[in-house]
C-alpha cells in the first residue's frame, strides 16, 4: 500500500485469516502447576460456544517442556478449573458444573458429585481427604459452602453463615481453617451486596468474622509470619466505587500497595505470595515479604501474563502473550506451541505520548502484515477497550470482537489508546474518570489520534472508531461530538447512563461513573456519524433497551442495528461472533475507503 494511493483493503496474509479461524481457535487458560512442581495442567477451548455450551479440554504437561502435552479430556464437555490433589498424583476438576478427579496413572475422570445445582468452585483441603465445595442448596438460589469427605463421598454444610451468597473458599496451609469470602446477596450490585470475610474451623464448623473487606474482594491468600497466619486478597481501594485495585492484609485490612503506579490484577498462593502487575503496557510479577508486607521485583515481562500459579517449591506457570505471538502456556519453559499457525500476523509498535495536561500515556499502533509506517497513511481504527479499568498490554489482539489482528489483516492501521480511567498506572489515574467519562480520556484519544496524523500514519480523511461495553460508549460519545471519524461501531454501549444506573447490574457503580451529561443520548442528534449498532438481546450488564435508545435517536441517519438472540453483554455463540467479525470489517471497509483523486 503506497503513500497517497491505498487501493483495496484485502488480507495481506500467506494464509488467509477467516472469521472462522479466529472464533474456531483454542486458547489456553487456567494453568496449574503440581505441587511438586513437575506438572502443568491448564484448559483449552476455542473463542466461539456452538449452541449454548462451552466445550473446553483439560490438558497435561511436564513443567520442564520435556514432553508435548497430553489431551486428558475429550472436549466434548465444559471442563474447567483444575486443581491437584497435595500429593500431585491426582487432578481435580468441574465437568460440566460436577466434580470429578483424574489420576495421573491414566483412565477417565471418576465423577465425585452429583448435586442438583451444580459445583461453582472448589478448593481441595491440605490432608487430601476433603474438598470444600461452592454450590447452591438446590438448583437455584445462592451458593453455600460445604465439605465434601473424599472416602465416604458424604457433602456436609460447613460453618454458620446464614443467608449470605460464599463467593470464594481458601483453605489455609495448615488445614484448620477456610477463610470464606461472602456477599449478603447473590446479585452482584457494589456498595449494595455487602462484603463479608469469614474464618471457618474445619473440625468444628466455628464461624469467626473478620470483618468487612473492601469491594470487589477476591483472590484470598494465606501466609505465614512468625508464628501467625495472616490473610490477603485483592479488592477495590476505598473509599469510592471507581479506581484502582490493590492488595489487603488481614488482620485489619490494610492496604500493602498504596501509592503504587502499576495496578495488582492477581494474588497467588505461595510462601511468599507473588501478585500479578499491570505496569503500563507490560505485566510483572512481584513477592510478598511477610516479615516487612512490601513487595520484591521477581520477573519484569514484555506483554501480558495471567493464571499465576505456584508450586510448593515455588516454581511458577502462567499464560504468556507478547506482540504477535498467540497465547502459550509457560512454566521452566514453553509449554504449549502459540497457534494457529500459517498466519502471517500483522506487527505491533508501542507507543508513548502526553496527554494535552501532560498526564503521560501509552498504546499500541498495528499495522497491516508487511507494512511499515513508510507505508502510510493508512485507514485508522481506532478501538477503545472496555472497563473503562482495563488495559491493552503488549499482547496478542485477536478476538470475537472488533480486533487489531482481524482489522489489520484487511488492511487497516489500529489503534488501542490506553486513555485515563484504565488499568496499569495506579489508582489516581483509574480514579480520574469518576463522574466524568468522556472528559479528559476523550481528549486522551484525540491526542493520541493527532500524532498519528501528524506523523503520516494516519489518513485524517478515513478514520473509524469503535469498542464494546466502555469502548461502545466511547464510540457513541465521540461521534456524538465530532465529525472527524467517517465510520463507527458501537458494540454493547452505554447511551443514557442515568438510566444504566436504573436498570444495569451495576447501578451505583454506573451512576459513579456517569451522568446525563455524559451520555451520548444528550448529545445524539448532532450525530452525522454512520454507526453500526450490534447488541446482545439478553445483556444484563448494558441492556437492550440502551442500543434501543441510540437507534431511535438516528431515525433515517446513516446506521444499521443488530441484535444477537440470546446473547448477554459478551456475545459467546459461534455464528454471532463470526457475524460480529465479518459486519464490523465490512462496515468499516465500506466508509474508511471512499475512491480518492491520484
Given at each position: 500500500?503506497?503513500?497517497?494511493?491505498?487501493?483495496?483493503?484485502?488480507?495481506?496474509?500467506?494464509?488467509?485469516?477467516?472469521?472462522?479461524?479466529?472464533?474456531?481457535?483454542?486458547?489456553?487458560?487456567?494453568?496449574?502447576?503440581?505441587?511438586?512442581?513437575?506438572?502443568?495442567?491448564?484448559?483449552?477451548?476455542?473463542?466461539?460456544?456452538?449452541?449454548?455450551?462451552?466445550?473446553?479440554?483439560?490438558?497435561?504437561?511436564?513443567?520442564?517442556?520435556?514432553?508435548?502435552?497430553?489431551?486428558?479430556?475429550?472436549?466434548?464437555?465444559?471442563?474447567?478449573?483444575?486443581?491437584?490433589?497435595?500429593?500431585?498424583?491426582?487432578?481435580?476438576?468441574?465437568?460440566?458444573?460436577?466434580?470429578?478427579?483424574?489420576?495421573?496413572?491414566?483412565?477417565?475422570?471418576?465423577?465425585?458429585?452429583?448435586?442438583?445445582?451444580?459445583?461453582?468452585?472448589?478448593?481441595?483441603?491440605?490432608?487430601?481427604?476433603?474438598?470444600?465445595?461452592?454450590?447452591?442448596?438446590?438448583?437455584?438460589?445462592?451458593?453455600?459452602?460445604?465439605?465434601?469427605?473424599?472416602?465416604?463421598?458424604?457433602?456436609?454444610?460447613?460453618?454458620?453463615?446464614?443467608?449470605?451468597?460464599?463467593?470464594?473458599?481458601?483453605?489455609?496451609?495448615?488445614?484448620?481453617?477456610?477463610?470464606?469470602?461472602?456477599?449478603?446477596?447473590?446479585?452482584?450490585?457494589?456498595?449494595?451486596?455487602?462484603?463479608?470475610?469469614?474464618?471457618?474451623?474445619?473440625?468444628?464448623?466455628?464461624?469467626?468474622?473478620?470483618?468487612?473487606?473492601?469491594?470487589?474482594?477476591?483472590?484470598?491468600?494465606?501466609?505465614?509470619?512468625?508464628?501467625?497466619?495472616?490473610?490477603?486478597?485483592?479488592?477495590?481501594?476505598?473509599?469510592?466505587?471507581?479506581?484502582?485495585?490493590?492488595?489487603?492484609?488481614?488482620?485489619?485490612?490494610?492496604?500493602?500497595?498504596?501509592?503504587?503506579?502499576?495496578?495488582?490484577?492477581?494474588?497467588?498462593?505461595?510462601?511468599?505470595?507473588?501478585?500479578?502487575?499491570?505496569?503500563?503496557?507490560?505485566t510483572v510479577i512481584r513477592r510478598l515479604d511477610p516479615a516487612t508486607g512490601t513487595f520484591a521485583d521477581v520477573e519484569r515481562a514484555r506483554g501480558a501474563l495471567s493464571g499465576l500459579t505456584v508450586s510448593d517449591e515455588g516454581t511458577y506457570a502462567v499464560v504468556a502473550s507478547v506482540g504477535s505471538e498467540?497465547?502459550?502456556?509457560?512454566?521452566?519453559?514453553?509449554?504449549?506451541?502459540?497457534?494457529?499457525?500459517?498466519?502471517?500476523?500483522?506487527?505491533?509498535?508501542?507507543?508513548?505520548?502526553?496527554?494535552?495536561?501532560?498526564?503521560?500515556?501509552?498504546?499500541?499502533?498495528v499495522l497491516p502484515p508487511g507494512t511499515t509506517r513508510a507505508d502510510g497513511p493508512f485507514p485508522l481504527v481506532t478501538l477503545v477497550h472496555g472497563g473503562p479499568y482495563d488495559r491493552y498490554a503488549d499482547r496478542f489482539h485477536?478476538?470475537?470482537?472488533?480486533?487489531?489482528?482481524?482489522?489489520?489483516?484487511?488492511?487497516?492501521?489500529?489503534?488501542?489508546?490506553?486513555?485515563?480511567?484504565?488499568?496499569?498506572?495506579?489508582?489516581?489515574?483509574?480514579?480520574?474518570?469518576?463522574?466524568?467519562?468522556?472528559?479528559?480520556?476523550?481528549?486522551?484519544?484525540?491526542?493520541?489520534?493527532?500524532?498519528?496524523?501528524?506523523?503520516?500514519?494516519?489518513?485524517?480523511?478515513?478514520?473509524?472508531?469503535?469498542?464494546?461495553?466502555?469502548?461502545?460508549?466511547?464510540?457513541?460519545?465521540?461521534?456524538?461530538?465530532?465529525?472527524?471519524?467517517?465510520?463507527?461501531?458501537?458494540?454493547?454501549?452505554?447511551?443514557?447512563?442515568?438510566?444504566?444506573?436504573?436498570?444495569?447490574?451495576?447501578?451505583?457503580?454506573?451512576?459513579?461513573?456517569?451522568?446525563?451529561?455524559?451520555?451520548?443520548?444528550?448529545?445524539?442528534?448532532?450525530?452525522?456519524?454512520?454507526?453500526?449498532?450490534?447488541?446482545?438481546?439478553?445483556?444484563?450488564?448494558?441492556?437492550?433497551?440502551?442500543?434501543?435508545?441510540?437507534?431511535?435517536?438516528?431515525?433515517?441517519?446513516?446506521?444499521?442495528?443488530?441484535?444477537?438472540?440470546?446473547?448477554?453483554?459478551?456475545?459467546?455463540?459461534?455464528?454471532?461472533?463470526?457475524?460480529?467479525?465479518?459486519?464490523?470489517?465490512?462496515?468499516?471497509?465500506?466508509?474508511?475507503?471512499?475512491?480518492?483523486?491520484?
Amino acid at each position: 500500500m503506497g503513500r497517497g494511493n491505498p487501493g483495496r483493503l484485502e488480507p495481506v496474509t500467506e494464509g488467509e485469516l477467516t472469521a472462522q479461524k479466529v472464533v474456531d481457535r483454542e486458547v489456553p487458560t487456567e494453568p496449574r502447576i503440581s505441587p511438586d512442581g513437575r506438572w502443568v495442567a491448564y484448559v483449552t477451548s476455542p473463542v466461539g460456544r456452538v449452541g449454548r455450551r462451552r466445550s473446553s479440554t483439560l490438558w497435561l504437561a511436564r513443567a520442564d517442556g520435556s514432553e508435548p502435552p497430553r489431551r486428558v479430556t475429550p472436549g466434548t464437555a465444559d471442563d474447567s478449573s483444575p486443581r491437584w490433589a497435595p500429593d500431585s498424583g491426582s487432578v481435580f476438576l468441574l465437568s460440566d458444573a460436577q466434580l470429578h478427579r483424574l489420576d495421573l496413572t491414566g483412565g477417565a475422570a471418576e465423577r465425585l458429585t452429583d448435586l442438583p445445582g451444580g459445583v461453582t468452585a472448589f478448593a481441595p483441603l491440605p490432608d487430601g481427604t476433603e474438598v470444600a465445595l461452592i454450590a447452591p442448596a438446590a438448583e437455584a438460589g445462592p451458593d453455600r459452602l460445604w465439605l465434601l469427605d473424599l472416602p465416604t463421598r458424604e457433602v456436609r454444610p460447613a460453618g454458620d453463615l446464614g443467608d449470605r451468597h460464599v463467593r470464594e473458599v481458601a483453605p489455609r496451609p495448615d488445614g484448620q481453617a477456610l477463610a470464606v469470602l461472602t456477599w449478603a446477596t447473590a446479585d452482584r450490585d457494589p456498595g449494595l451486596f455487602e462484603p463479608g470475610l469469614h474464618l471457618v474451623d474445619v473440625a468444628t464448623g466455628s464461624t469467626e468474622d473478620l470483618g468487612t473487606p473492601a469491594i470487589e474482594a477476591a483472590d484470598l491468600v494465606w501466609w505465614r509470619h512468625e508464628t501467625a497466619w495472616q490473610l490477603g486478597y485483592l479488592g477495590l481501594t476505598p473509599p469510592g466505587l471507581i479506581g484502582g485495585n490493590a492488595v489487603f492484609a488481614v488482620p485489619g485490612h490494610r492496604n500493602l500497595t498504596e501509592g503504587f503506579t502499576s495496578c495488582p490484577v492477581e494474588f497467588a498462593q505461595a510462601a511468599g505470595p507473588l501478585a500479578v502487575f499491570a505496569d503500563g503496557l507490560d505485566t510483572v510479577i512481584r513477592r510478598l515479604d511477610p516479615a516487612t508486607g512490601t513487595f520484591a521485583d521477581v520477573e519484569r515481562a514484555r506483554g501480558a501474563l495471567s493464571g499465576l500459579t505456584v508450586s510448593d517449591e515455588g516454581t511458577y506457570a502462567v499464560v504468556a502473550s507478547v506482540g504477535s505471538e498467540p497465547e502459550e502456556v509457560r512454566a521452566r519453559r514453553r509449554i504449549t506451541q502459540a497457534g494457529p499457525g500459517g498466519i502471517r500476523w500483522a506487527g505491533q509498535e508501542r507507543l508513548a505520548y502526553r496527554a494535552e495536561d501532560g498526564t503521560e500515556l501509552d498504546g499500541l499502533l498495528v499495522l497491516p502484515p508487511g507494512t511499515t509506517r513508510a507505508d502510510g497513511p493508512f485507514p485508522l481504527v481506532t478501538l477503545v477497550h472496555g472497563g473503562p479499568y482495563d488495559r491493552y498490554a503488549d499482547r496478542f489482539h485477536l478476538g470475537w470482537y472488533p480486533c487489531a489482528q482481524w482489522l489489520a489483516a484487511a488492511g487497516f492501521a489500529v489503534f488501542h489508546p490506553n486513555a485515563r480511567g484504565g488499568l496499569g498506572h495506579g489508582h489516581a489515574f483509574a480514579l480520574s474518570v469518576a463522574g466524568d467519562v468522556g472528559g479528559a480520556e476523550f481528549t486522551d484519544v484525540l491526542t493520541g489520534i493527532d500524532l498519528l496524523v501528524a506523523e503520516g500514519v494516519a489518513d485524517e480523511d478515513r478514520l473509524g472508531i469503535g469498542g464494546w461495553s466502555h469502548g461502545g460508549f466511547f464510540a457513541a460519545w465521540a461521534v456524538a461530538h465530532t465529525d472527524r471519524f467517517k465510520a463507527a461501531v458501537v458494540g454493547a454501549g452505554v447511551i443514557d447512563w442515568p438510566l444504566l444506573a436504573a436498570t444495569g447490574e451495576h447501578t451505583r457503580f454506573e451512576a459513579a461513573l456517569g451522568g446525563k451529561q455524559q451520555s451520548p443520548i444528550t448529545f445524539a442528534d448532532r450525530i452525522r456519524t454512520p454507526v453500526l449498532i450490534l447488541h446482545g438481546e439478553c445483556d444484563t450488564n448494558v441492556p437492550l433497551s440502551q442500543a434501543e435508545l441510540l437507534h431511535d435517536a438516528l431515525g433515517d441517519r446513516e446506521h444499521e442495528f443488530v441484535v444477537y438472540p440470546r446473547e448477554n453483554h459478551s456475545i459467546r455463540e459461534r455464528d454471532h461472533q463470526i457475524d460480529v467479525l465479518d459486519r464490523s470489517r465490512e462496515w468499516f471497509s465500506r466508509w474508511l475507503t471512499p475512491a480518492r483523486p491520484a
